[in-house]
């Protein structure tokens, strides 16, 4: 069964990269996310300096998990967002559009597998980003030092929620046969979910508790601070399993078999 898996997974692989999307997401990712980050380290830099002139040294606490990393984990959020959409609206629509969803079904391989199969290619792309992101790290590891610790523990977060990302967008694009409605609709899904903090400050006590239970930038900002909670990992892998759900009940409908 491994190797069923194994070979729909190098195919899923081999058509995200025979497209010239995959290359255009990586390295519009990865310049967007060296400026944001040459951004963030040169405002803490200005900081500094400012801080240093004003008032004895040591005075003044400019931490650079604060001014720095928690704000830029913040950044490639935003970035996952718009990007993610465009690697995950053609995994299945692609297949209903050209009438080979069919044979996916012929596969002697379960449902879950061909899902985990296109998820898996999508997250492929995602760890080719990460790698790059741990680059700005790693050059300014040998300028200064800094804890490494909080910083993996943004890297976990960001898989986390890229995981996430990536299964709602699986589902979207297994409802839907058009490449840009599932992107659209993949992205606006996703904005809303980034948007809840702004309803959260108005909705009052009640609602503004429950709004805070759903908001994945909520509960991702301990993992941008470096902090590990039960909470936050139980709720993005939830969030995973109910879009994996919500995919399979679609695949196993005879609708969407045809």
Same mark, same amino acid.
């Given at each position: 069964?491994?190797?069923?898996?194994?070979?729909?997974?190098?195919?899923?692989?081999?058509?995200?990269?025979?497209?010239?999307?995959?290359?255009?997401?990586?390295?519009?990712?990865?310049?967007?996310?060296?400026?944001?980050?040459?951004?963030?380290?040169?405002?803490?830099?200005?900081?500094?300096?400012?801080?240093?002139?004003?008032?004895?040294?040591?005075?003044?606490?400019?931490?650079?998990?604060?001014?720095?990393?928690?704000?830029?984990?913040?950044?490639?959020?935003?970035?996952?967002?718009?990007?993610?959409?465009?690697?995950?609206?053609?995994?299945?629509?692609?297949?209903?559009?050209?009438?080979?969803?069919?044979?996916?079904?012929?596969?002697?391989?379960?449902?879950?597998?061909?899902?985990?199969?296109?998820?898996?290619?999508?997250?492929?792309?995602?760890?080719? @980003? #990460? %790698? !790059?992101?741990?680059? =700005?790290? /790693?050059?300014? +590891?040998?300028?200064?030092?800094?804890? $490494?610790?909080?910083?993996?523990?943004?890297?976990?977060?960001?898989?986390?929620?890229?995981?996430?990302? @990536? #299964? %709602? !967008?699986?589902?979207? =694009?297994? /409802?839907?046969? +058009?490449?840009?409605?599932?992107?659209? $609709?993949?992205?606006?899904?996703?904005?809303?979910?980034?948007?809840?903090?702004?309803?959260?400050?108005?909705?009052?006590?009640?609602?503004?508790?429950?709004?805070?239970?759903? +908001?994945?930038?909520?509960?991702?900002?301990?993992?941008?601070?470096?902090?590990?909670?039960?909470?936050?990992?139980?709720?993005?892998?939830?969030?995973?399993?109910?879009?994996?759900?919500?995919?399979?009940?679609?695949?196993?409908?005879?609708?969407?078999?045809?």
């Amino acid at each position: 069964m491994f190797g069923k898996f194994n070979a729909l997974l190098k195919k899923e692989i081999n058509i995200l990269f025979s497209l010239p999307i995959a290359y255009a997401v990586i390295t519009v990712f990865l310049a967007l996310s060296g400026y944001f980050f040459f951004s963030r380290v040169n405002y803490y830099t200005q900081m500094s300096m400012q801080s240093l002139s004003q008032f004895n040294r040591g005075s003044v606490d400019l931490s650079m998990a604060q001014y720095i990393f928690r704000p830029y984990f913040h950044d490639i959020v935003v970035f996952l967002i718009l990007i993610l959409p465009l690697i995950t609206m053609r995994l299945f629509a692609e297949e209903k559009r050209e009438g080979t969803a069919e044979l996916l079904f012929t596969y002697p391989i379960s449902p879950l597998a061909v899902v985990m199969a296109k998820f898996c290619s999508a997250l492929f792309v995602l760890v080719i @980003i #990460m %790698l !790059g992101l741990l680059s =700005s790290f /790693i050059v300014m +590891s040998f300028v200064t030092s800094y804890e $490494i610790l909080p910083i993996l523990v943004g890297f976990l977060g960001l898989l986390m929620i890229g995981s996430a990302f @990536i #299964m %709602l !967008g699986v589902f979207i =694009s297994s /409802i839907t046969e +058009s490449q840009i409605v599932a992107g659209v $609709i993949s992205f606006g899904t996703l904005f809303f979910f980034l948007v809840i903090p702004w309803a959260i400050q108005t909705a009052g006590p009640f609602w503004g508790g429950i709004l805070k239970v759903f +908001s994945v930038v909520e509960h991702f900002d301990s993992f941008a601070k470096g902090v590990l909670d039960t909470a936050d990992i139980t709720y993005f892998m939830s969030f995973f399993i109910v879009f994996l759900f919500l995919t399979l009940r679609i695949l196993e409908s005879k609708k969407w078999r045809g």
